[in-house]
T-cell receptor, first 112, second 112 residues
Framework: QKEVEQDPGPLSVPEGAIVSLNCTYS??????FMWYRQYSRKGPELLMY????GNKEDGRFTAQVDKSSKYISLFIRDSQPSDSATYLC????????????FGTGTRLTIIP | GAVVSQHPSWVICKSGTSVKIECRSLDFQATTMFWYRQFPKQSLMLMATSNEGSKATYEQGVEKDKFLINHASLTLSTLTVTSAHPEDSSFYIC????????FGPGTRLTVT
C-alpha cells in the first residue's frame, strides 16, 4: 500500500462546476498537507497548505484535512478552463527541510 | 510566495556528455534543496536532498556518481548529469523550502 493514494483521473467537468479532489494517506505522523497545481511542462505551483486538521479557504479554493479519517480534499468553486492541470497532494511530518510524500496527481480538464 | 529559478529551462546534449542544471532560491536562503525527476504523465520522483555545505542524500536506486549534486551556497544547488544517455532524458525539477516547499520551473533534458 502506498503512503499516499490519489485517483489519477482523468477528471473532466463543465466550466462553473465545483471540483472535488481527494487524497488518502496511511502515515499518521503527517502533520502538514499541501496541494500543488502543475501545468504541462512546468514545475508544480503551491496552491494551498494546511497544518493538522481543519479547513482553509483562498479565493475559489478550499482545502480540508480530516486527520481522523486520514483524508484530505481540495475543492475548486466556479471552475475555469484555466484550472485545467494536474493537481498533486503532498504531505510531510515537519515544515521546512524535510522531503514530502506526493500523491500521483489527478489530471483535471474543465470543459468550456 | 518564494521564488525558485532553474537554468537552463531546456537542454539538448549528445550521449556521453555531461550537463549541469542550476537551481537558485531568489528571495530566501535555503539550507536544503530537493531534486526531482518526472517522466511524462507521472508524478514526481525524489532523487536527492541537497544540503548546503555537506554531501547530498540520495534516494534508493539513484546513482550518486551519475547525478552529482553540489550545494555551493545558501541560494544555489547544482545537479550535474554525467555521461548522459538517452534514458536520462527527463524533466528535472528542484524545490526549496523557507517553510513550505516551492518548486522551480523545471529543466527539460533531451539526450540524443
Amino acid at each position: 500500500q502506498k503512503e499516499v493514494e490519489q485517483d489519477p483521473g482523468p477528471l473532466s467537468v463543465p466550466e462553473g462546476a465545483i471540483v472535488s479532489l481527494n487524497c488518502t494517506y496511511s502515515n499518521s505522523a503527517f502533520q502538514y498537507f499541501m496541494w500543488y497545481r502543475q501545468y504541462s511542462r512546468k514545475g508544480p505551483e503551491l496552491l494551498m497548505y494546511t497544518y493538522s486538521s481543519g479547513n482553509k479557504e483562498d479565493g475559489r479554493f478550499t482545502a480540508q484535512v480530516d486527520k481522523s479519517s486520514k483524508y484530505i480534499s481540495l475543492f475548486i468553486r466556479d471552475s475555469q478552463p484555466s484550472d485545467s492541470a494536474t493537481y498533486l497532494c503532498a504531505m510531510g511530518t515537519n515544515f521546512g527541510n524535510e522531503k514530502l510524500t506526493f500523491g500521483t496527481g489527478t489530471r483535471l480538464t474543465i470543459i468550456p | 510566495g518564494a521564488v525558485v529559478s532553474q537554468h537552463p529551462s531546456w537542454v539538448i546534449c549528445k550521449s556521453g556528455t555531461s550537463v549541469k542544471i542550476e537551481c537558485r532560491s531568489l528571495d530566501f536562503q535555503a539550507t536544503t534543496m530537493f531534486w526531482y525527476r518526472q517522466f511524462p504523465k507521472q508524478s514526481l520522483m525524489l532523487m536527492a536532498t541537497s544540503n548546503e555545505g555537506s554531501k547530498a542524500t540520495y534516494e534508493q536506486g539513484v546513482e550518486k556518481d551519475k547525478f552529482l549534486i553540489n550545494h555551493a551556497s545558501l541560494t544555489l544547488s547544482t545537479l550535474t548529469v554525467t555521461s548522459a544517455h538517452p534514458e536520462d532524458s527527463s524533466f528535472y525539477i528542484c524545490s526549496a523550502a523557507p517553510r513550505e516547499q516551492y518548486f522551480g520551473p523545471g529543466t527539460r533534458l533531451t539526450v540524443t
